[in-house]
């Protein structure tokens, strides 16, 4: 019989925007980078799009999107953030699914996922539709295509949910085989029990719904996919080949589909090269034709089920007590903190649940003074959410306005709509998954339900956060310091709540290290400058002006008057108000100018807490990476002053240094600090050089060497590897323009010299592309000819062999995937 084998990715990251700014900011946990969408991007899913094949000796032969051969579906709000930040993946990523299309029968490998990764059994009908509208809408508009299936988040799933699937035009999800109750044949009133994961895999199933509507369900080959995720399986991409073909049984008489599902970031974040497993256990199957390989959508379409199934209600992929896991303290934890509970939970869901019903009746009632239904409008407000632009928005209204709406009224249906979003994306299931009520991903739903009470002020008039606080300190958090959900939102919530005179304070405080265009952006607001004077006094400086700031989201615009001191270093105090005419604002101008312009401190100071009604903003004002942005601008100087007095204490001591490390003589902690300081700035100034010196490289760590200093791996790392790609991209422009060779040329051989690891990712691509070119046989010039040999000597050194193999060659002998390519 047939064998057919599929690998799905379930790649999803939580949204980590904040709210008020629609916006990642910095995490300092992803050092070296900035936030751990760009790590995890960096990880897993940019090398899934170009994953390496090995020879038996170790050199990479060839280089393939994983995404084409397998079944995947994306979190919609981390293909989002893609978008922007990671444009070349997130088109590899479009491209897949369209190649896909050719080698599956017009079936594409991406399937959708119910939007912002709520546990959908435990929502109510009218969210749960809205979160698999919305995340068909987003599948939509990028891949051009309608999905067949979806993922559900968790797997979390009740009849209900599979009602709202087909009902939506969706014919299949995956789940895991302890989540089907009973089978049988079509027709047939037998049922054959299969609690307890018994349940073949190998097929398709039908379950049958209460409406009338079917829909087609999947479950995985639990013990593989585990063992892929937990059981470094992914170690040796022979081995992972040769477990999957162990799914196949002779004895079972129907075409089998092995299929396996796990989280996509197994394959590259979870376990390192792991997209190189998964990029030879595909080719080692496919071409020694040991199974074909599938996807979902093909193997439906060539092999309906035979089967009935039924669904046992709440359950999912990673609670063994069902959903327990997202509202309660049923045991499921990291295992990282043992001792520590999580009551939290009930009573984090309790106060959401509470929040979400008080504002459902005022956003209906008031929604319906704009809009023709309150409800279908929010289901179609995805549209906007993907296009802002004022056509968008138009067209949005032009459907779901109950009349012709004046400027402001439009304003109201923006925030009423936002007040809805938030509402639910405060349900994202990563708020419940880990152990500790202050960590992150809770913090961040918290902030989102932050936002929705903001909104529910503005546009409802009815202040929801006294009885949320209420309701949230019985939220108790495994850490004393935190104490509970009421100050958690007190500590970390309140003060990163933002509206357009914050806004304003940050343009102000930045405009004073910024020429800032006629109409800068910040973050989701634009900003219109129609006024800017600049006054310097000695090392003093003061900026004012006006400015009208507008939202992207909520259209919500007001015009302010700045007023802003800078007394050197981080002394920095900035007043904002609404703009109260052209006489006000020159009178303040006038005034202060004459004040600042005399050196008057005091006074200047006193005339700004005056003018700006005593409302006063510093540097903390800042957006996070813009406040670390100005404050390292401020420290520029200074450091460069204190790397100036280490290097020299450096260079008096190195000698002693080096003395007492030939006697064996522990030295000093404070002179080992020194060196270690000096010699690390020293190399990221030698990387960063417009010209790579090497043999001051190499001087610079013989010292390190010598002197046993511990060097800063990651971060020198992360700063080669970005001259490298940067170099890469300007030869891939032009292959045989000389200087950009050499440069490249130099900076390969830098990185192959260094005793860590450096990523070599995007150069090897480029070299792959060119070599795709010159190794093949053809008559070339003595000047092609050489350059030609300069490509096959840097391909050596990024471990690329000339010829990839032909697509039918059978796979060179399994080697272990390596810790480098």
């Not at 008489?253 to 997209?275: A, C, F, K, N, V």
């Not at 006193?606 to 903390?620: H, M, P, S, V, W």
């Not at 001591?653 to 690390?680: G, Y």
């Not at 440069?743 to 070599?771: G, K, T």
Request: with cysteine; proline share 5%; aromatic share 10%.
């Amino acid at each position: 019989m047939e064998r057919y084998l599929c690998i799905h990715c379930h790649f999803y990251q939580p949204p980590r925007e904040n709210p008020w700014l629609e916006a990642v900011e910095i995490q300092d946990s992803a050092y070296p980078y900035h936030d751990w969408n760009e790590r995890i991007t960096a990880e897993c899913y940019a090398p899934n799009s170009a994953a390496r094949i090995l020879d038996g000796e170790g050199h990479i032969v060839k280089i393939v999107n994983n995404y084409s051969r397998i079944s995947f579906n994306f979190g919609p709000t981390l293909l989002s953030w893609m978008e922007d930040n990671a444009p070349h993946t997130y088109a590899k990523i479009l491209v897949a699914d369209k190649e896909s299309q050719q080698l599956f029968s017009g079936h594409g490998s991406a399937i959708a996922q119910a939007y912002n990764h709520m546990i959908l059994p435990l929502a109510s009908r009218r969210d749960k539709y809205t979160q698999v509208l919305w995340g068909i809408r987003d599948f939509e508009n990028r891949f051009g295509r309608s999905p067949e299936g979806m993922w559900l988040p968790e797997t979390a799933v009740d009849m209900e949910t599979l009602e709202v699937l087909a009902e939506l035009g969706i014919r299949f999800t995956i789940l895991a085989p302890h989540q089907a109750r009973q089978v049988r044949k079509l027709a047939s009133q037998r049922w054959r029990n299969v609690e307890g994961a018994k349940i073949d895999p190998t097929r398709a199933y039908q379950a049958n719904l209460p409406s009338g509507r079917s829909i087609s369900l999947f479950f995985y080959d639990g013990p593989i996919s585990q063992a892929v995720a937990f059981e470094h399986l992914l170690s040796n991409g022979e081995h992972f080949a040769q477990r999957l073909l162990s799914g196949f049984s002779d004895a079972r008489r129907w075409p089998q589909l092995m299929h396996i599902s796990t989280d996509g970031e197994t394959y590259g974040h979870h376990h390192p090269h792991g997209d190189m497993a998964l990029a030879f256990a595909l080719e080692y199957v496919e071409s020694q034709r040991l199974a074909r390989i599938t996807n979902y959508g093909e193997y439906l379409a060539k092999h309906p089920p035979a089967l009935e199934v039924e669904i046992i209600n709440n359950t999912s992929w990673s609670c063994m007590h069902g959903v327990e896991r997202w509202r309660s303290d049923c045991g499921c934890n990291s295992g990282m903190k043992p001792g520590w509970r999580q009551h939290w939970r009930a009573p984090l869901r309790q106060a959401l649940d509470w929040l979400r019903d008080e504002l459902a009746g005022p956003y209906e009632q008031k929604a319906r003074e704009y809009l023709k239904d309150p409800w279908a409008a929010r289901d179609e407000y995805v549209r906007v959410m993907l296009d802002r632009s004022e056509d968008a928005r138009r067209d949005f209204l032009a459907r779901q306005q109950a009349r012709e709406l004046a400027e402001e009224e439009q304003v109201t249906v923006w925030k009423l709509l936002e007040i809805e979003r938030h509402a639910l994306l405060m349900y994202t299931s990563c708020g419940w998954f880990f152990d500790e009520l202050s960590g992150i991903e809770t913090v961040q739903v918290i902030m989102y339900a932050g936002r929705a009470v903001q909104l529910a002020r503005e546009a409802l008039g009815q202040d929801f956060e006294a009885g949320f606080l209420e309701r949230l300190a019985q939220a108790h958090s495994n850490v004393a310091t935190f104490g509970d959900g009421a100050r958690i939102y007190t500590t970390w919530v309140k003060p990163a709540i933002l509206d357009l005179p914050k806004v304003a304070a940050h343009f102000a405080v930045s405009s004073l290290f910024d020429h800032h265009e006629e109409h800068p952006s910040i973050y989701c607001y634009d900003v219109s400058v129609n006024d800017a004077q600049r006054f310097q006094s000695g090392r003093f400086r003061m900026d004012m002006g006006q400015a009208r700031i507008c939202s992207r989201i909520t259209q919500d615009c007001g015009t302010f008057t700045y007023g802003v001191l800078h007394l050197g270093g981080h002394n920095i105090n900035a007043g904002v108000r609404d703009f109260r005419g052209s006489q006000a604002y020159l009178e303040a101008v006038k005034e202060l100018s004459e004040a600042f312009n005399r050196a008057d401190v005091a006074e200047s100071l006193r005339l700004l807490d005056k003018y700006f009604d005593g409302a006063q903003y510093t540097l903390k004002s800042l957006f996070r990476d813009e406040q670390r942005r100005i404050v390292g601008h401020i420290l520029e100087s200074t450091l460069t002053e204190v790397e100036a007095n280490y290097r020299q204490v450096y260079e008096s001591d190195a000698p002693l240094l080096r003395f007492l490390s030939e006697l064996h003589i522990p030295r000093p902690k404070v002179l080992h600090a020194t060196a270690e300081f000096v010699l690390n700035s020293s190399l990221r100034h030698a990387f960063e050089a417009d010209e790579l010196d090497l043999g001051a490289i190499a001087a610079l760590m013989d010292a390190a060497a010598r002197d046993e200093i511990t060097l800063d791996t990651a971060g020198l790392s992360y700063v080669l590897k970005r001259r490298l790609a940067s170099l890469s991209d300007l030869l891939a422009a032009n292959p045989a323009e000389p200087m950009a060779f050499a440069q490249f040329e130099v900076a390969v051989r830098l990185a192959r010299s260094l005793p860590f690891e450096i990523d070599l990712w995007h150069a090897q691509n480029v070299c792959y592309r060119v070599l795709q070119d010159i190794c093949r046989p053809h008559d070339s010039k003595p000047a092609e000819q050489e350059l030609r040999q300069r490509w096959l000597t840097i391909a050596e050194k990024l471990n690329l062999k000339c010829a990839a193999p032909a697509a039918d060659a059978v796979p060179p002998p399994p080697q272990p995937v390596p810790q480098a390519a």
